[in-house]
């Protein structure tokens, strides 16, 4: 019996094109290890070119040199228990594949929100890209836009939102992720900023009404913002700016590398464009990271002035989860901000599969009422078999993006979408399925819990 060539596929081009050329990518490998190596040894290059010029303000040693802009992007909150949790739990379940299944052309296609995306991944929320890269922001979401992956904004991005939207192109699919600002005046302006250009869900991160315990960030004084990066939302924004007798900026680009110490030192010496980024500074993370934090109740007011969908990023707790369906939440996304917030938690798989033994959210899933994401701890695509095979609808792609950006820029990003995709496509193939729709909720079916000691 002859079978049918397969037919010709986009996702699997990326794997086909190595192959056929005999090249390495963009990043010179897809071992993600390698390639946070290697986003740590460009940011390091980028560290020391600075710091040696500023040895005699800030006494780091060589180990501390190359940690700054690296672990406040790529570090975890107290000891980095949680992140290490959050991968241990992905190592602790396994796929049992099945055999001898018609998987020769394979469909990443899922419907969220009533959309249709063609693979079930989303380009994380991740603010102050531009410590990573002078594109920032405007790389990762044309990256996005390039390959078809909706793009979920930060509130602390480095660019405004009108920028990022335009970068993302007229057929980019976009959300916009919410830090809740203090006043009514703010959420109301970002929030309609948001729909004007073409944002279509609200994703509100409920884990960082206030910044964690990082020492890694605390040792060495670094936070951006107080430098004027990641607040681009704010310096761009009218009502915002209002309140300094301040125009609202557009196409800001901030300065690469952050030099930390010469704005600090420029605007303690009365120099006055570095003295206001820094009040500026101040002035937004009083509203964004206020120390506020908001009940439940207070959804009520996003409800009110927002007529999209709306995600509550940060739900770990089953009785949250069931919350969130009470009041109408339409989705969720399970995550524990990467590790980055609250050190001795449970890993973020673990907390997605307690979740989703809840007979009120699997109801709610099944009826279309509630939409549940996954976030924290994807790296590969046999990740996203576990967390889909667990409950989840669709994951956030966060870190591994992040590296391919500090290597190369809007390519890098690409590359790290396109090798996710194209693995995610070959070991759903290997696991025994045709589509990705037959993996979600599937956990019984696909998975085992083993500890293996080795």
């Known amino acids: 019996m002859t079978a049918p060539h397969p037919l010709p596929d986009k996702l699997t081009k990326f794997l086909s094109e190595i192959y056929m050329q005999a090249q390495p990518p963009i990043l010179g490998t897809v071992n993600i290890k390698e390639i946070e190596d290697k986003a740590r040894e460009v940011l390091k290059d980028h560290l020391c070119a600075f710091l040696a010029y500023h040895h005699h303000e800030w006494a780091l040693t060589p180990v501390v040199l190359d940690a700054a802009a690296y672990m406040y992007t790529f570090g975890s909150a107290g000891t980095c228990s949680t992140d290490a949790a959050n991968k241990k739990a992905f190592e602790n379940w396994k796929i049992v594949p099945q055999m001898l299944v018609g998987a020769t052309n394979r469909k990443l296609e899922t419907t969220i929100f009533g959309v249709k995306y063609p693979v079930p991944i989303f380009v994380s929320p991740v603010g ?131 030099d930390p110490p010469k704005i600090r030192e420029a605007a303690a010496n009365g120099d006055e464009h570095f003295a206001r980024e820094v009040m500026l500074g101040k002035e937004w993370l009083g509203e964004v990271n206020s120390g506020v934090f908001r009940t439940w109740d207070d959804l009520k007011f996003i409800r009110r002035n927002w007529d999209g969908p709306i995600v509550l990023k940060g739900i770990q707790r089953v009785s949250d989860a069931e919350k969130a369906i009470g009041h109408g939440i339409d989705g969720i996304v399970v995550s524990n901000h990467g590790g980055r917030q609250v050190d001795g938690a449970i890993g973020s798989l673990d907390a997605l599969n307690k979740i989703m033994q809840s007979q009120a959210v699997l109801a709610a899933q099944k009826s279309g009422k509630l939409t549940v994401l996954f976030d924290s701890g994807i790296r590969t695509g046999s990740d996203i078999i576990k967390a889909l095979a667990m409950g989840a609808q669709g994951v956030l792609l966060a870190r591994p993006f992040l590296y391919g950006l500090a290597i190369a820029g809007q390519q890098g990003v690409e590359q790290i979408l396109r090798q996710t995709i194209c693995d995610l496509h070959v070991t759903m193939g290997l696991t025994g399925y045709g589509d990705i729709n037959e993996i979600i909720g599937k956990r019984d079916e696909i998975l085992m819990k083993l500890q293996y000691n080795v």
């Open 128 to 258: 102050v890209q531009g410590i990573l890269h002078p594109d920032g922001e405007l790389a990762s979401a044309a990256a996005a836009g390039a390959v078809g992956v909706p793009y979920i904004m930060s509130t602390a991005s480095s660019r405004s939102i009108e920028d990022v939207a335009t970068a993302n192109g007229p057929n980019g699919h976009r959300w916009y992720q919410l830090y809740w600002p203090r006043t009514t005046e703010i959420t109301l302006s970002l929030l309609n900023r948001a729909k004007a250009n073409g944002f279509t869900a609200l994703v509100i991160t409920l884990d960082t009404m206030a910044l964690g315990w990082r020492p890694h960030d605390i040792e060495t004084g670094y936070l951006p913002f107080a430098c004027g990066v990641g607040i681009q939302v704010g310096t761009s924004d009218p009502v915002f700016m209002k309140r300094f007798d301040l125009a609202p900026r557009q196409g800001e680009i901030t300065t690469f590398p952050l």
